[in-house]
């Protein structure tokens, strides 16, 4: 059984078509393995709960806040611009096509 959890990213946010979930599963998915290659990590998951809109979040995991997971997270500015350097240049080397944001998804236990 999983708690519903506040997933934080900075990098890409993919929205998952429905073909692409088995890869996603799998740890097959392109976009996954690229990301591995070059030190970054990717979490996928249904962020729609009911309405099922599935996600691929590829980058740097800030935080996962939650019941099951942690109550709190902090960076310092610093710490925080260091880890979008990185991710920038992570995702350039992994040739990821997309916008490196800060991403913050609710993931719902439904």
């Known amino acids: ?19 692409e979930i088995e890869g996603l599963e799998l740890r097959r ?3 996954q393995r690229a990301a591995r290659q070059v030190g970054l990590k990717s979490y996928w998951g249904n962020f729609g709960g009911a309405s099922e809109r599935y996600v691929l979040l590829v980058g740097t995991e800030i935080a996962i806040l939650g019941a099951e997971n942690t109550a709190w997270s ?29 991403h913050i998804e609710w993931l719902q236990d439904i």
Do not use: F
Not at 1 to 17: D, F, H, K, Q
């Open 1 to 19: 059984m999983s708690a519903s959890a506040c997933i934080i990213y900075v990098g890409i946010r993919y929205e998952v078509l429905p073909e």
């Open 74 to 102: 902090s960076t310092t500015a610093e710490r925080l611009a260091d880890i979008v350097s990185g991710t920038q240049e992570g995702l350039t080397e992994a040739k990821l096509d997309g916008h490196c944001a800060l």
């Open 29 to 31: 998915d392109s976009r």
